[in-house]
Structures are given as structure tokens and as C-alpha cells.
């Protein structure tokens, strides 16, 4: 079992940035995959980027892909999703999400493991 904490989001200007964290306890943080994925209102939750055991493979959204960074460190059994130039259409709430193996994914159903979300929400 592993046990996902957000937290990081609120309320932001447009063109601003917010830094999202992701906490993990539980199941060993260091061999797992993870990911942030995101649900507006009405919509499907979906994928925003995801990195993989070590941190030095990446995929991000063409969405917010040149905007978003996705970063760990596992001594601290923590990610982050560092959001750049937000936009209105970030608008969302963030999850982050675990799997059973070390490798990077942007499918959910690949994901075993998922925080309660914490919510970003941009201002035009």
C-alpha cells in the first residue's frame, strides 16, 4: 500500500506559477513510477506528466509540455509538478499517482495509487 498527500494548490493570477508537491509513505518511493494527472469540471481526469523511478526519464501533455516540470526526490519520498505561465484552462484539480513499476505511463489505469487532489485554480 502506499498513502499520496497533496498539497501546493490555490488560487493564482493568470501567467502565474504554483508548485505542486506530492508526499508518499507506505510502499518503497524509490522504485515506483509517478504522475500528476488533472480533473476539470465535466471532464475526464487527464494526464499532465508523469517521471519515472530515478527521475531522469520524463513525458509531459502536449498541454502543458515547456510549462510544467515534473521533479522528485527520493530521499524526501516526494514529487513535484512545478507549473509555469498558468493559464485559465489549467483550471483543475491536480492528482498525483503511483504505480506498481518503475517506468513512466500516461495511461490512469497504470496507476494504482492516488492522492485525494489538491485544487488549482486560475484567474483571467
Known amino acids: 500500500q502506499m498513502q499520496l498527500v497533496e498539497s501546493g494548490g490555490g488560487l493564482v493570477q493568470a501567467g502565474g506559477s504554483l508548485r505542486l508537491s506530492c508526499a508518499a509513505s507506505?510502499?518503497?518511493?524509490?522504485?515506483?513510477?509517478m504522475a500528476w494527472f488533472r480533473q476539470a469540471p465535466g471532464k475526464e481526469r487527464e494526464f499532465v506528466a508523469t517521471?519515472?523511478?530515478?527521475?531522469?526519464?520524463?513525458y509531459y501533455a502536449d498541454s502543458v509540455k515547456g510549462r510544467c516540470t515534473i521533479s522528485r526526490d527520493n530521499r524526501k519520498n516526494t514529487v513535484y509538478l512545478e507549473m509555469n505561465s498558468l493559464k485559465s484552462e489549467d483550471t483543475a484539480v491536480y492528482y498525483c499517482?503511483?504505480?506498481?513499476?518503475?517506468?513512466?505511463?500516461?495511461?490512469?489505469?497504470?496507476?494504482?495509487?492516488w492522492g485525494q487532489g489538491t485544487r488549482v485554480t486560475v484567474s483571467s
Open positions: 499517482a503511483a504505480r506498481g513499476s518503475s517506468g513512466v505511463a500516461t495511461d490512469k489505469a497504470y496507476y494504482d495509487y
Open positions: 517521471i519515472n523511478w530515478s527521475g531522469d526519464r520524463t
Open positions: 507506505g510502499r518503497t518511493f524509490s522504485v515506483v513510477g
